[in-house]
């Protein structure tokens, strides 16, 4: 049977429950952690059985009991454990519950509202968060002024702003300002720059699901564990969705979505208040996919009731 490797220090660290991978590896690169008393800035360096490893000072160890978190996250709240300038984190809304270091599996912007996990398994916030997972999030954003439809077409082709790609996976309006939107990837920021981009604010940004699973009636601030059957289902889907990386957008004569002959480049859809054609926005009900397909149904939040779902 083959012997099994050491852990690298940044995998050491987050089953340790100090944090994700990636930000554990900034961690070590800062020299906040010490192995057997000697400083180490490289993240790949092999822990070994004897040795002793500590961060800022204090002894840590793999956790033996992991915790999985959903929380409703209410809006001026950081998604991190801590804040240089003093505003209040999740981290308050369940350290009085539980004394393990836990840390959120992806973020949600200071405003934004919905659905975070937190957890101390770095394996599973690994699985869940890598970008090629593909495990869906869904969110509801509304705006002041009615949202074109455009916008979100060419956003369904891929769409470059200040050198970052956006790629939308579907959308389905509710009303022409408010829409509900499918991401794989999910980068940071990504709806309010691409809204932004289009000149448009946003005024509400909900998020409802998270691959497998749904906020569902949990209220605002509150909390709840995963059982075993959601987290088991939530790393199944993680491996599953497993893909290559996604190509660079389709080059084409105009944008995504537009009309032959429309005048327009790629990436810079129309904006609200220049002279032209007006844009056209989306009727309730009908949702459009990245693949070309679209359908009209019931629209997500129909005949519900008031305060189920939200928006990021």
């Known amino acids: 049977m083959e012997q099994q490797e050491e852990p690298r220090l940044q995998?050491?660290?987050?089953r340790s429950g100090i944090a994700s991978r990636r930000k554990s590896a900034e961690l070590i690169e800062d020299g906040r952690v010490t192995v057997n008393g000697k400083v180490i800035r490289e993240p790949g360096y092999r822990v070994q059985p004897a040795d002793k490893v500590r961060f800022d000072g204090t002894s840590v160890s793999p956790e033996e009991e992991h915790l999985y978190l959903m929380l409703h996250k209410p809006a001026r709240?950081?998604?991190?454990?801590h804040d240089p300038e003093g505003r209040p984190t999740v981290m308050d809304l369940v350290q009085d519950s539980f004394s393990q270091r836990l840390f959120t599996i992806g973020r949600l912007d200071f405003m934004s509202t919905g659905l975070l996990l937190l957890t101390n398994d770095g394996d599973f916030a690994h699985s869940a968060s890598h970008p090629r997972s593909g495990l869906i999030k869904q969110y509801?954003?509304?705006?002041?002024?009615?949202?074109?439809?455009e916008l979100l077409q060419e956003w369904l082709e891929?769409?470059?702003i200040k050198g970052v790609l956006y790629r939308l996976e579907k959308f389905q309006f509710i009303n022409p300002r408010q829409v509900v939107l499918h991401l794989a990837e999910g980068k940071n920021r990504e709806i309010r720059n691409v809204f932004s981009h289009g000149n448009l604010k946003v005024t509400r940004l909900h998020r409802t699901e998270f691959g497998p699973l749904k906020l569902g009636i949990l209220k605002e601030g509150k909390f709840r564990q995963l059982s075993k059957a959601e987290v088991e289902n939530l790393h199944r889907e993680a491996k599953k969705q497993l893909r290559p990386?996604?190509?660079s957008p389709r080059k084409s004569s105009g944008s995504a979505g537009r009309k032959p002959g429309k005048p327009g480049k790629p990436g810079h859809p129309s904006k609200p208040g220049k002279s032209g054609p007006p844009e056209k926005t989306g009727k309730p009900g009908r949702s459009e996919n990245r693949d070309g397909s679209s359908r009209t149904g019931r629209s997500p939040g129909a005949g519900r009731k008031k305060g189920r779902g939200g928006s990021k």
């Not at 995998?11 to 987050?14: I, W, Y």
């Not at 709240?77 to 454990?81: C, H, L, P, V």
Request: avoid cysteine; charged fraction near 25%; hydrophobic fraction near 40%.
């Open 11 to 14: 995998v050491f660290l987050s």
């Open 77 to 81: 709240f950081i998604s991190s454990a």
């Open 140 to 149: 509801t954003v509304e705006t002041k002024e009615p949202i074109p439809r």
């Open 158 to 160: 891929g769409v470059r």
């Open 245 to 247: 990386a996604k190509s």
